[in-house]
């Protein structure tokens, strides 16, 4: 029902405030019951519902499916990562389910899911949670898709903050800064735990450059980040 085009949005925030609230009961779970449940709503089509819900141009729709999606992301990385993995194949780049999400956090800075966003992309690249088998690698499999069709889009932030006459008109927003320095956090994290595919990244797209530019004085609410995010690189 949720993917119903014919339903009306009251009806369609109290649906998917019920399947978060299931979610949220599944934490009382131990952690094979809350698999077997993910598992459960995987097969039922949960990810392209999410999608659906995501780019639904209602705050309140889709701060919930950033929800569920964080409770997927915290229950089982590997199985979101597959997803978005194998979606790849046969999707438009503007179309991924992790280019939804930061179409989000990018265009709607200070949206009340801005956290639970950023928060789940940082879970779903730490190596941390990756699995390597003697099959398949899985670290190497989802970098490689992410730098490739995800990450231009989450560092655009920064060329606006960085670029054209606009810049400082553009990051004189709190919201706006705010969310560049959440951008740069995530850069920080990559530069720790990713170094070929974040180091190929960074000398292609002269993102050192446009941090440095983010050193300047006119900047000083974005220092301390720029400044955190070169402390990792050296």
Sequence with gaps: QLQDENLDIARRIDLACLLREFCNFSNTLQVQGRTSFLRSLANKRLFPTLEFLLAIDVEEIWSVAADILSFATDTNPSLVRDFMVQEATSHDEDALLVNIVIERVVNHPGCNAEGTLFGLLRTLIDPENMHRSLNRLEKSEFLQFFY???????????????????????????????????????????????????????????????????????????????????????
């Design 148 to 234: 490739k069709n995800a990450m231009h889009r989450l560092t655009e932030p920064i060329i606006l903050a960085t670029h054209g006459t606009e810049c400082l008109k553009y990051v004189s927003r709190t919201e706006n800064s705010s969310l560049v320095a959440n951008v740069l956090d995530i850069l920080s994290f990559a530069v720790e735990n990713h170094t070929y595919h974040v180091k190929n990244y960074i000398l292609s797209k002269e993102i050192l450059q446009k941090v440095l530019l983010l050193m300047n004085p006119r900047y000083s609410f974005l220092a301390l980040n720029a400044l955190k995010f070169f402390r990792k690189i050296v």
